[in-house]
């Protein structure tokens, strides 16, 4: 028994309850025109397959990828084939695949408990995360402070990591946001990696040295701390957040649809059940709620920027409509020297454009509502990779993301320096 005691605490209880994906495979299928779309749409609206979009359907160029479960892999085949639609399997064996990112996990969380320094080259828990924001702080403490800003459905607190040189309550600021979609695992790895680049480069880069004495910085690693904290326990590919929703049996909403910018609008459901689904109203979810409440209250932020993943984009306002913000020649600009620095460490190639004509509609979004609310330079980062691995990003690329991202917010961090208003 006290062997059996000590497995379930290496393992850990999270793991063992954790939802399997046994014999679950990730299609890509290669969707041509509007009918291709509208039967896979068909497809993936059925209840009896049970499929979920990864990389849900977009401009036609693009590929779809779609999460199949192992008892509906032959069903599907069956009609994609019959429909003439070109599909490939991208992950042979998804468990597998997650098998790997817990056994890596519990490695260096031993590691760690052993007295190792946070590792930034692996995934971690919430609580990890948060102590390291304390790590932080403590060990600069004239340029970096934990800021608590409110706290999830869930009642655990949402954390703010505020860089700043100055004194002054209201200085033009940058808002950095990370793992708003909670199974993007590796936006909340790179956002906390960021969080240590800032101080360990401050006053030896001078690029990163001049916007902090013009400038302040605010970083937000974990936007959904519920939903990360259930991809860790239960289900690994959650997005949305863990509201209720009344007179439903589904629970959370999407909270990058969230936003009162153009709210329940293109690119939005009204269906409690879907990934998608907009909520009762905006700001509903109190972790929308807490991020412009903060900002509105601050009332001088001259740039926000949400990282993502996956896909290797990065986009402007608008998603709520195909007319072109007022500002997106410039935007534009900026966008592609970020994407072109970027691409400058590893060689790592981004799609440059407006949310809605990039990828798809989205109306709800936290860079349109920045962006309509008078913060100008709003962008919005999908990072590694293209899909051979979607949410799985092995741990192995956590630094070289992290490292060639950081290239890209630089450029924009410096433009927005240079182009106060």
Not at 318 to 338: I, N, Q, S
Request: glycine share 6%.
């Amino acid at each position: 028994m006290r062997w059996i005691l000590l497995l379930g605490t290496l393992i850990g209880p999270s793991i063992c309850s954790r939802e399997k994906f046994f014999g679950d495979q990730v299609f890509r299928i290669n969707v041509k025109n509007e009918d291709e779309m509208n039967k896979l749409t068909h497809l993936v609206n059925s209840d009896n397959f049970m499929l979920n979009f990864w990389k849900p359907p977009s401009a036609f160029t693009r590929a779809v990828d779609v999460l199949v479960p192992s008892a509906s892999l032959q069903s599907v085949k069956s009609f994609l084939t019959s429909k003439g639609l070109e599909y490939s399997v991208t992950i042979e064996d998804l468990q597998s695949l997650l098998d790997n990112e817990d056994e890596e996990m519990r490695h260096n969380e031993g590691k760690e408990r052993s007295g190792d320094e946070f590792n930034y080259g692996a995934y971690h828990s919430l609580e990890a995360i948060y102590r390291e924001m304390d790590s932080i702080a403590e060990d600069f403490p004239d340029l970096s402070s934990r800021v608590k800003i409110g706290h999830s459905f869930e009642n655990r607190p949402l954390y703010a990591l505020k860089f700043s040189t100055a004194a002054e309550e209201r200085r033009p600021a940058i808002w950095l946001n990370a793992g708003i979609h909670s199974r993007e695992w590796i936006s909340q790895a790179t956002g906390i990696w960021t969080a240590r680049k800032i101080v360990s480069d401050y006053k030896k880069d001078p690029a990163i040295t001049s916007i902090l004495e013009k400038m302040d910085i605010f970083l937000l690693p974990v936007a959904n701390p519920d939903g990360y904290v259930y991809t860790q326990t239960k289900n690994r590919f959650w997005r949305k957040t863990r509201s209720r929703s009344p007179g439903s049996r589904c629970i959370g909403v999407d909270p990058n649809r969230n936003w009162n910018a153009s709210f329940a609008g293109q690119g939005a459901s009204d269906n409690p059940c879907s990934e998608v689904y907009h909520g009762p109203h905006a700001n509903s979810e109190v972790e929308v709620k807490s991020v412009v409440d903060f900002i509105q209250a601050h009332g001088n932020f001259k740039c926000f920027i949400d990282l993502h993943s996956y896909s290797q984009l990065l986009m402007y306002p608008y998603g709520y409509t195909v007319k072109k913000a007022p500002d997106a020649e410039e935007l534009d600009e900026v966008a592609r020297r970020a994407a072109k620095a970027l691409a400058s460490l590893s060689g790592t190639k981004y799609q440059v454009g407006p949310t809605c004509t990039t990828v798809y509609p989205a109306s709800g979004s936290s860079i349109d509502w920045a962006y309509d609310n008078g913060i100008k330079y709003a962008f919005t980062f999908e990072l590694r990779d293209t899909g051979s691995h979607g949410f799985l990003l092995p741990a192995n690329q956590i630094i070289p993301t992290a490292e060639e991202t950081w290239l890209g917010l630089k450029t924009i961090m410096e433009h927005v320096r240079d182009h106060l208003y």
